[in-house]
T-cell receptor
Framework: EADIYQTPRYLVIGTGKKITLECSQTMGHDKMYWYQQDPGMELHLIHYSYGVNSTEKGDLSSESTVSRIRTEHFPLTLESARPSHTSQYLC???????????FGSGTRLTVV | KNEVEQSPQNLTAQEGEFITINCSYSVGISALHWLQQHPGGGIVSLFMLSSGKKKHGRLIATINIQEKHSSLHITASHPRDSAVYICAVRRNSGAGSYQLTFGKGTKLSVIP
């Protein structure tokens, strides 16, 4: 079944740790996105990719980085986590030609 | 002023009521999405519209391109419809034309 998978679902981690949030999709979509969402607030785009070896920063400044070495995989990395990074991170993908978006279940990150 | 405005922000309804959530936008778009986000955080895509009306089960979405307005209707509401409903638009030109701009969401609570 075509889908998009995010791991971990929840993560509590100490300040200064390096973390990688995983996102994989099985639909062969070229476009992938990372959104950040604080509780009760709207989603903000932090990174996107239009294909392998393509990555761009989104509207919301973020200290995280991303990579796109394979079509299906779009991981997000924080080199040194801080409490200000506490948020929900949602991954999504969409096909070329402007089709519908598919969202992952999100990773709820808490940095203590 | 946000490019995507939703109303109401919060909505409480009795089970069985007919519900309408509104979305207005101020930019030219190629498509409008209605999304559903449950308390767990994951997002499900309900509709993608570029014109007219779509129906899926008890959900109906309409869009008026000239008036830059869309509505999401839920007939015979049920407690399981309780969620945040998010309107998002994809611009039809310029930088970021594949990206979504999100409204703040409408939190719906359906009481038995």
């Amino acid at each position: 079944e075509a889908d998009i998978y995010q791991t971990p679902r929840y993560l509590v981690i100490g300040t200064g740790k390096k973390i990688t949030l995983e996102c994989s999709q099985t639909m062969g979509h070229d476009k992938m996105y990372w959104y950040q969402q604080d509780p009760g607030m709207e989603l903000h785009l932090i990174h996107y990719s239009y294909g392998v070896n393509s990555t761009e920063k989104g509207d919301l400044s973020s200290e995280s980085t991303v990579s796109r070495i394979r079509t299906e995989h779009f991981p997000l990395t924080l080199e040194s986590a801080r409490p200000s990074h506490t948020s929900q991170y949602l991954c999504a993908s969409s096909p070329n030609g402007g089709g519908g978006y598919t969202f992952g279940s999100g990773t709820r990150l808490t940095v203590v | 002023k946000n490019e995507v405005e939703q109303s109401p922000q919060n909505l409480t309804a009795q089970e069985g009521e007919f519900i309408t959530i509104n979305c207005s936008y101020s930019v030219g778009i190629s498509a409008l999405h209605w999304l559903q986000q449950h308390p767990g955080g994951g997002i499900v895509s309900l509709f993608m519209l570029s014109s007219g009306k779509k129906k899926h089960g008890r959900l109906i979405a309409t869009i008026n391109i000239q008036e830059k307005h869309s509505s999401l209707h839920i007939t015979a509401s049920h407690p399981r419809d309780s969620a945040v409903y998010i309107c998002a638009v994809r611009r039809n030109s310029g930088a970021g034309s594949y990206q979504l701009t999100f409204g703040k969401g409408t939190k719906l609570s359906v009481i038995p």
